[in-house]
């Protein structure tokens, strides 16, 4: 109960440092090099509200819903069609084949996808939250955690991110 306690105010400290800049009215309206929509940027906080709310629940492999528990790419699937009603494909290989540009760590945005592997296809996925931490569903026996991309195996096993809302 205490760990639930702390998640509101981590998510308000995180949620506001993902706040897109405030542009200066008197400035010239030049274009902006990573243009986002208002409704993006809600979307995508909403998608981090949602996925930090979810920290503490149990690992199920085959899960998809809070009650059952979930696996990674349960979720994300369900965190984004729960929030957005964005249907996901159910594994985090074919999350991976969907045809979004890669994203290398240093490009990620709040509510981007995370993916993992140890081999050759993507085995696990996860939501960034922002400050090069992410919100997933990591293993048996395990709970949905926030972790950090400079985390030991994170580190290693990090390929790229995708961009799901715009």
């Avoid at 995508?44 to 998809?64: D, E, Q, S």
Wanted: with cysteine; glycine share 12%.
């Amino acid at each position: 109960m205490k760990l639930r306690r702390l998640i509101l105010p981590c998510c308000l400290a995180l949620c506001a440092c993902a706040s897109a800049p405030r542009r200066d009215p008197s400035a010239s309206p030049g274009p902006d090099p990573s243009p986002r929509s208002t409704i993006g940027a809600a979307a995508a906080n909403a998608v981090l509200f949602r996925a930090l709310a979810l920290v503490g629940t149990p690992y199920r492999y085959g899960g998809n819903t809070p009650e059952g528990g979930f696996d990674c790419s349960g979720l994300v699937g369900y965190v984004f069609r729960d929030v957005t009603g964005i249907e996901l494909p159910r594994t985090s290989a074919e999350i991976a084949a969907l045809g979004r540009a890669r994203l290398a760590a240093g490009e990620l945005r709040s509510g981007d996808l995370v993916l993992f592997s140890s081999g050759r296809q993507i085995s696990h996925v996860g939501i960034y939250v922002g400050d090069r931490r992410f919100v997933h569903a990591p293993n048996r026996g395990g709970t949905v955690r926030l972790n950090s991309l400079d985390d030991h195996g994170w580190r290693e096993t990090f390929r790229y991110g995708k961009r799901i809302l715009r």
